[in-house]
Nanobody
Framework: QVELVESGGGLVQAGGSLRLSCAASGIIFRLADMAWYRQAPGKEREFVAVITSGVSTNYADSVKGRFTISRDNAKNTVYLVMNSLKPEDTAVYYC????????WGQGTQVTVSS
């Protein structure tokens, strides 16, 4: 049974930072590409960042230079460090394992106040 459990969301002022975590189980984590998506109220879910099993990374233009994705294969965990947060970063952030059978976490709320 695959499970992705996000944590670390919360309320932060503009300019602040948060670190999201996604703990994975039921998959061979070290072989998995992992990604973060987000969905703001009234908007479609959008790509934020991805890290491959080979530790290559890619980011949405809107977060490039502010967010950093990383992984710890020993802990089966992927992280998203978010700096210089803006009100427009407010969303539910989802952990995602792409593949033939994709998996989503339940999401964690990030709220950035102005």
């Amino acid at each position: 049974q695959v499970e992705l459990v996000e944590s670390g969301g919360g309320l932060v002022q503009a300019g602040g930072s948060l670190r999201l975590s996604c703990a994975a189980s039921g998959i061979i984590f070290r072989l998995a590409d992992m990604a973060w998506y987000r969905q703001a109220p009234g908007k479609e879910r959008e790509f934020v960042a991805v890290i491959t099993s080979g530790v290559s990374t890619n980011y949405a233009d809107s977060v490039k230079g502010r967010f950093t994705i990383s992984r710890d294969n020993a802990k089966n965990t992927v992280y998203l460090v978010m700096n210089s947060l803006k009100p427009e970063d407010t969303a539910v952030y989802y952990c995602y394992r792409p593949g033939a059978t994709p998996y989503w976490g339940q999401g964690t709320q990030v709220t950035v106040s102005s």
